[in-house]
């Protein structure tokens, strides 16, 4: 039989050091995750998940009514003002008071690409 993990750990030299808060210039506010997995703006709670608890978030209005949250470089989805919900993508939002043109206009303007993380080789 082997030695148990007690027996051949031994801790790390280095001091841990967390990284910074992370910065979103070109977004119009932040936003803590709670532990419950939502982010506040003024009295709404949008429903986003656990995994970001605690993480800042950055949320960008590319609507009079619609707001795009990204995590870092990862824009995470949408959220309009009638809605408690994130959406991935701006087909799946209800953009019922918007116009077609508005919607490009929209897209254009936020030069959205939802980013899915590709494997390099």
């Excluded at 039989?1 to 027996?7: H, K, L, N, V």
């Excluded at 750990?9 to 995750?33: G, K, L, M």
């Excluded at 709670?45 to 795009?68: A, C, H, M, P, Y």
Aim: aromatic letters at 10%; proline letters at 6%.
């Amino acid at each position: 039989m082997g030695a148990y993990p007690g027996e051949i750990y031994t801790p790390s030299p280095r001091a841990y050091a967390p990284s910074a808060d992370p910065e979103y210039p070109f977004h119009d506010r932040t936003a803590r995750v709670t532990s419950c997995g939502r982010i506040c703006i003024g009295n709404r709670k949008i429903n986003l998940s656990q995994v970001f608890v605690g993480q800042i978030l950055g949320l960008r209005e590319v609507n009079d009514k619609t707001w795009l949250v990204s995590y870092f470089d990862y824009n995470l989805g949408f959220f309009d003002n009638s809605n408690q919900r994130l959406y991935n993508h701006l087909s799946g939002i209800e953009l019922n008071h918007l116009t077609r043109m508005n919607r490009k206009r929209m897209v254009g303007a936020a030069r959205i690409e939802l980013a899915t993380p590709t494997m390099s080789t």
